[in-house]
């Protein structure tokens, strides 16, 4: 069966992963690499983060949970330090191919899991001013946020939400996140799933499932 639709991630995708500067924060403050990674790997349906993400608790809240959790692990960090980190810098290239699959004909749609906080991707005053969710969030068909719609991958319901806003079955869906966690249910519904590694990579993949062509050179 052709591939109907493309559904994708936002943070990490259409920006720079926010896992690099969570790293250059834990280096900052001289704790293990990946730390912020391992809270939020800690009983991952019911920590600080997922809690945040379904807007089930406040940004002063999760910024008390996080200590909490971070301290568990030796290495008290603050979530209000974390915040600040989740913005990235937009990738054009992503932007690009996403344009192109819409111009091709394909539904397009978006899945994020978000927190409402200004510091969600996007919604900083940098990333304002670089136009990122000015230039990618209107090109979307559908868009679901996880504070909104109170469900939070990588659970199998929103990729169905999704599926049922774009009319589609799933298995005529390409998937990408840049969380392996989060291509697993994508990909055990029926999804061709692609975990972002990298934008050529990425593009790569793309390319080969959809037939498309991403210019590297004219998009770069």
Known sequence: ?????????FGGVFTSSPFEAFNRLEAERGVPKDLIRTVNATNPDTNAWALFERNEIGAAEFDRLFLEESTALG???R???????????????????????KAAGFKVGCITNNVVSEHSPGQDGAQKAAGAMGQVMPLFDAIIESSKAGVRKPDPRIYLMMCDILAVQPDVCVYLDDLGIN????????MKAIKVIGVDQTLGELAAITGLTFDVEASA
């Not at 069966?1 to 991630?9: L, S």
């Not at 209000?80 to 290239?93: K, Q, T």
């Open 75 to 77: 290495h008290p960090i």
């Open 183 to 190: 291509c697993k249910p994508a990909a055990g519904l029926g």
């Open 1 to 9: 069966m052709g591939i109907e639709a493309v559904i994708w991630d």
């Open 79 to 101: 979530g209000a330090d974390v915040l600040p980190r989740l913005s990235g810098e937009l990738r054009p290239r992503m932007v690009t191919a996403l344009k192109a699959c």
